[in-house]
């Protein structure tokens, strides 16, 4: 078994049959590389390592390739941003240099002030990442003029699996089988629609140049292609410069699998066994896993064989990626959809049942080193997943969400990057931000103990950006079965808060102990064919369900030991701190005085409910032993408790004590003893299980909106609670008289759809559709706005009339401010 050694380097104890004794034997050498001399591979195993790479990335994918370096004993220089200047791949690079501004037209797709930061380090090597300029096979060929290694494939490969049409005539020369569709030059509307009917509805209009699922569009109608074509181009145009598209037929049942490749410069081509990827929303990836569940031998094997095949076909040299759609009624049904020409944002789960590090095996064989491994010396041991968290509001069909990390708090890891299974030449201690911190030692062949792995490059009080992708991390899990493994990644998700920006985490909880996730019926449309379990009535993104008494009584006993911080910060600084001014409670002789907090239980899309059912008032009436009593929701409570930490430390609050106050009887101020009178009912805010793994109840405050744009910006309230991955939200109400001057300035929408139609998000405005003046109908989209890459279509909430439209194209728009102003349409108003 593995067992945590403490500041230990891991040891393997005996020769297995991945042992770097036996990969390294002349037997071993003469079984993989036959067609080459031993000269020869001795000569490319000899080969020294990069001294310097440049990493023209940014995020976890950079902290990544990082962390790898160093563990190689090479030096790394970062790049960045206006918006990234204090990222945390530009405190873990040895050097870090600035690049332009914070869109990523000016900067990290700014090949040549990256290549000017290269030459000025003295950087060997530039590791692109996944994203920005890692498949441009200009960028490989700048890089490859200029004496700097492009740490990917060559140009020429790049080109062909870049063109989704030519990728797939070169796949069926080579005998890959490939998905019908229309594939040709000929980009003409009516041609295009043409072929559609001609395959036959549904389609899937896909950009040539595309991926990450842009550009991408489901058709299931003749009447809806037009638009659908137009989008699909638009997205493909603003994120590829080239907005030809290809046409495929849509299988109604189809899985996500996709095999990783690794070939080098002496020809040799390996597989590392497959994942399936075939939860999605927006046809990008939300939890992967490898090996994928419930295939043969047989069609595993023919998925490897294949993309060996395909790698073959394009004289591949690097890490790679073949896409392929499976049927999933009958998975020995499988087509090539794509080649990814670089390193995957799931490639962890390969990594821990393989135990190779396949950065460590990308700066090798970038070096001139070969293949460390044959195809039998790669194993495929154990289940693994990867739940990547976002920031993003599942429950407005995923729209991206901005803003400062205000809390952040993960499971704890006891692996890194490259500890995995198998990876026995280089089982380094575990680091965080740089330091080490614990090891493993493998004592009994190939059994291990499970593992935990967070990959993020983002840490509490970062900002999560308008400008690039919403990734927060990926959280990565490995047990020895399929169970086990999902097991510890429901655990891992439970310890997993974040408190800023809406994230899907209580989405990722919902679908990962999902009775058909459990049971591996998987296929792409997973999350549309769940959808009525999966977003149950009364869930948001940021709570798991109704509202429960305690998280009131802790947000608002929050807000009072918060003013009674900063009254205590002012005292001490003032000249007179005995002054009644600074009193911390409200206490006067011969009145108790009370006041009314006002709360408000966030919709699902995360704006403050007009619902009456889910206001929420709390009055509060200060005792004179300094506790609160309570009333809510027709319940009386007595309540008491102290903050943590100093005057400038966030509220957290400890020592809570609470009891329920019986409608008849004394009222008990603090905690109720034993046998108190009949009715009572002690409900200790912080159970036995909060202070087994809290020790504290966590309230985070979080601002809404910019002071400058809001005469008093709205508060939220997170209640965390641990291990049952419970976290509920409050809004604290903004005064009456500021949200009627507010919405009198906006013209804000209410009943009725009329008033203003608001971003969803942080965004810029690409399209509008409409003029002041027009009629629209229900559903009729109003603009098109792009938020993180992606585009998202604005559509009218009822049958109006055009008042103003606020913002024109290329306008940048903060979230929630008004996009167009909607009015009755004559006679409308009085029905």
């Known amino acids: 078994m593995f067992r945590l050694v403490s500041g230990v380097r891991p040891t393997f104890k005996g020769i297995s049959p991945f042992s770097s004794a036996l990969r390294h034997s002349s037997l071993g050498a003469a079984r993989y590389f ?64 600035h690049i332009g501004p914070s869109p990523s037209a000016d900067s990290y797709l700014r090949s040549d002030r990256i290549l000017e930061v290269a030459a000025k380090t003295g950087a060997q090597a530039i590791h692109p990442g996944y994203g920005f300029l890692s498949e441009n096979a200009a960028f490989a060929e700048l890089c490859s003029s200029r004496g700097i290694t492009f740490i990917g494939p060559p140009p020429q490969a790049i080109r062909d699996m870049g063109s989704k049409s030519a990728s797939k005539r070169i796949m069926s020369e080579a005998g890959v089988p490939v998905v019908p569709g229309y594939h040709g030059d000929n ?25 990450g699922g842009k ?15 137009e989008s699909a181009r638009r997205e493909s145009r603003n994120s590829f410069a080239d907005d030809r598209v290809l046409v495929e037929k849509y299988l109604q049942r189809p899985r996500h699998v996709e095999v990783q490749v690794f070939g080098d410069t002496l020809g040799n081509v390996v597989h590392l066994h497959e994942r399936d990827c075939s939860v999605q929303r927006r046809h990008q990836k939300v939890i992967e896993e490898a090996p994928a569940p419930n295939l043969s031998a047989e069609v595993r094997a023919e998925l490897g064989r ?23 009624d009958r998975p020995e049904n499988f ?79 006891n692996c890194d990057a490259s500890l995995g299974l198998g990876s026995l030449n280089r089982f380094p201690a575990i680091e965080t931000d740089g330091q080490p911190k614990a090891g493993l030692e493998l004592t009994d062949g190939f059994d291990m103990a499970p593992l935990t792995r967070v990959e993020s490059g983002v840490r509490a ?79 948001t993104s940021d709570s798991p369900g109704p509202i429960s008494l305690e998280s009131v009584v802790q947000a608002t006993l929050h ?153 008093q910006p709205e508060r939220e309230l997170h209640i965390l609670r641990a291990r049952d991955s419970a976290r509920h939200v409050l809004r604290l109400d903004v005064p009456k008289f500021v949200s009627k001057l507010e919405e009198g300035a906006d013209g804000a929408s209410g009943a009725g759809g009329f008033g203003s139609v608001l971003a969803p998000m942080p965004c810029k405005v690409t399209n509008v559709s409409v003029a002041a003046g027009d009629i629209v109908s229900r559903g009729q989209t109003l603009m098109v706005v792009e938020a993180m890459k992606m585009e998202h279509v604005v559509r009218s909430p009822s049958d109006a009339r055009v008042a103003r439209v606020v913002h024109a194209v290329g306008d940048l728009v903060g979230e929630r401010r008004p996009l167009v102003v909607l009015e009755p349409i004559e006679g409308e108003e009085e029905k």
């Not at 980009?187 to 991926?211: R, S």
């Open 559 to 711: 807000l009072l030991l918060e003013e009674n911080k900063q009254t205590a910060a002012s005292a001490s600084s003032s000249q007179f701190p005995a002054s009644p001014t600074w009193s911390s409670g409200a206490f006067q002789t011969n009145l108790l005085t009370s006041r009314v907090f006002n709360f408000n239980v966030p919709t699902a899309a995360g704006a403050a409910s007009t619902d009456p059912a889910s206001k929420i008032a709390v009055t509060v009436t200060y005792q004179a032993d300094g506790s609160y009593r309570m009333e809510v929701v027709g319940e009386r409570l007595a309540s008491a408790g102290t903050a943590a930490g100093t005057a400038a430390d966030p509220i957290i609050l400890e020592n809570v004590r609470g009891s329920r106050i019986p409608a008849h009887g004394n009222e008990v101020g603090g905690s109720v003893a034993p046998g108190g009178t009949a009715g009572e009912l002690v409900t200790d805010l912080l159970q036995s299980e909060w202070a087994q793994h809290l020790g504290t109840a966590r309230v985070v405050a979080r601002q809404l909106g910019d002071e400058s744009q809001s005469i």
């Open 461 to 539: 009080g970062d900002e999560v950006s308008v400008f690039y992708d919403p990734m927060i991390a990926k959280l990565v899990v490995w047990d020895t079965d399929r169970e086990a493994a999902l097991r510890r990644l429901n655990d891992a998700l439970d310890r997993y808060h974040v408190v800023g920006p809406r994230t899907n985490l209580s989405f990722l909880r919902r679908l990962a102990s999902h009775p058909a996730f459990a049971g591996a019926e998987l296929e792409t449309g997973f999350i549309d064919l769940h959808r009525d379990s999966l977003f149950p009535e009364g869930t």
């Open 34 to 97: 036959a067609s080459v001399s031993e000269d020869d591979l001795a000569k490319a195993r000899a080969k020294p390592l990069f001294n310097t790479i440049l990493i023209a990335n940014r995020g976890e994918i950079a902290c990544r390739v990082i962390r790898s370096a160093r563990r190689l004993g090479i030096r790394t220089v970062a790049v960045y941003s206006d918006a990234d200047r204090n990222s945390l791949h530009t405190r873990l690079a040895d050097e870090a240099y």
């Open 187 to 211: 980009q003409d509307d009516a041609h295009l629609a043409a072929e559609a009917e001609a395959i036959g509805f549904p389609v899937l209009i896909k950009a040539v140049m595309g991926g």
């Open 306 to 328: 294949q993309a060996v095949a395909a790698a073959r076909a394009v004289g591949y040299v690097g890490a790679g990626t073949v896409e392929f759609i499976m049927d999933a």
């Open 215 to 229: 550009g991408m569009r489901i058709v299931e109608r003749a009447e809806d292609f037009p638009e659908a074509l």
């Open 335 to 413: 087509y090539f959809m794509e080649m990814n020409t670089r390193l995957q944002v799931e490639h962890p789960v390969t990594e821990l049942v393989t135990g190779a590090d396949l950065v460590a095996w990308q700066l090798e064989i970038a070096s001139g080193r070969p293949l460390s491994r044959s195809q039998s010396e790669i194993p495929c041991r154990g289940h693994s997943f990867e739940a990547r968290i976002y920031a993003e509001n599942p429950e407005n069909n995923f729209m991206p969400d901005t803003g400062r990390l205000v809390h952040l708090s993960t499971p704890v890891p």
